[in-house]
């Protein structure tokens, strides 16, 4: 491979060039021998970046701060299930919904479920 | 040798998606070689500072790793990032004193006429060494890329950051010197 490559890269000097020969043997040379691993890798290793991650601490105070919230959302929904009722019935009477439209809306509602349920599921 | 069972891009995207470090370390593992010969080559044999530089190459190619679009071979792109280092290095070292030319002039083989052609090959080695620490630093890394590394004059351009043209005058101006460096082991015509 080596030797294929350096002809191509050679071709602007002469094939007996006693320096050429000199330089494709001490390529030889370098891409036979191998540097033994010795602990570098692991030097290597060792000073990689940290991974970034929440300190032990902050993750009992973000479920702790997460759970208030959920817990205010849920005390006000019964308020907002109203109004959003009193909005949907307003802009409904008065027009005709055909059965296509319903379950256009049912459909829609359904995939929307789904989607949310495989998500909510999924492992990764 | 067969290839490895599982390839460098597959290495990569296991650590760009799960920072998986394994997976880092095995593409540290399997490159380490080529990129520590290179360095040395490139710092005229200074293993100690070949190797520090060859740390920070792999930890840039850490950081950097999202950027690597794979046009190119994972090697190639270590190669270059690993000539920029030593290139900054260079930079800040070049107060540092170069090989005494004196004794450069022109390397004459020691007893050639008696010496054995082991002996004779091993002290031709040290002589082109030496002779190879004499050129610039574009002038070394192109004769590296291009020989050691086993690149093409485009690999090598892409590795080195500069025009294709300028790679193969760096490659013609370093065969010059070494050729004058080295006269006196050229074959009696």
Redesign the interface.
């Known amino acids: 491979m080596g030797s294929r490559r350096m002809t191509m890269n050679a071709h602007d000097t002469n094939a007996d060039d006693w320096l050429e020969q000199v330089l494709r043997t001490d390529a030889r040379e370098h891409a036979a021998s191998y540097l033994p691993d010795d602990g570098f890798t692991a030097r290597v290793v060792e000073r990689l970046p940290q991974p970034a991650a929440l300190p032990s601490w902050r993750r009992p105070i973000l479920i702790a701060l997460w759970s208030l919230v959920a817990v205010a959302v849920i005390a006000a929904l019964p308020m907002w299930f109203e109004d959003v009722f009193r909005g949907i019935v307003t802009l409904f009477i008065g027009q005709r919904i055909r059965l296509a439209d319903f379950a256009l809306l049912l459909t829609l509602l359904g995939g929307i479920t789904w989607s949310a349920l495989f998500l909510a599921a999924r492992t990764e | 040798m067969s290839p490895p069972a599982v390839s460098d891009a597959q290495l990569i995207a296991r650590v760009l998606v799960q ?1 998986d ?1 394994h997976a ?2 095995e593409l ?2 399997r490159h ?2 080529t990129v ?2 290179c360095l040395r ?1 490139l710092t005229a044999g200074n293993a100690a500072l070949a ?1 520090d530089l ?2 920070e190459t ?2 840039l190619a ?2 950097n790793l999202k950027s690597f679009r794979q046009e190119s071979k994972f090697s190639t792109w270590l190669y270059r990032i690993a000539y920029n280092a030593f290139l900054a290095d260079a930079r800040k070292m070049k107060e540092s004193p170069l090989p005494d030319d004196a004794d450069l002039d022109t390397l004459v083989p020691e007893d050639e006429q008696d010496a054995k052609p082991v002996a004779r ?1 091993a002290s ?2 040290v002589d ?1 060494e030496r002779a190879m620490a004499t050129l610039s630093d574009a002038e070394r890394a192109a ?1 590296i890329q ?3 590394n ?4 485009e690999e090598a351009a892409v590795v080195l950051g500069c025009p294709v043209g300028t790679v ?1 005058t760096h ?2 101006r370093a ?1 010059q010197k ?2 004058a460096r ?1 006269g006196a ?3 009696a015509a």
Request: charged share 30%; proline share 2%; glycine share 0%.
């Open positions: 920072d470090r880092f370390s540290v593992r380490q070689s520590r010969a080559k190797d060859a740390q792999f930890l850490y950081r090959a031709l080695k082109l004769i291009c020989y050691h086993d690149l093409s004059h193969k490659v013609l065969k070494l050729k080295l082991w050229a074959p």
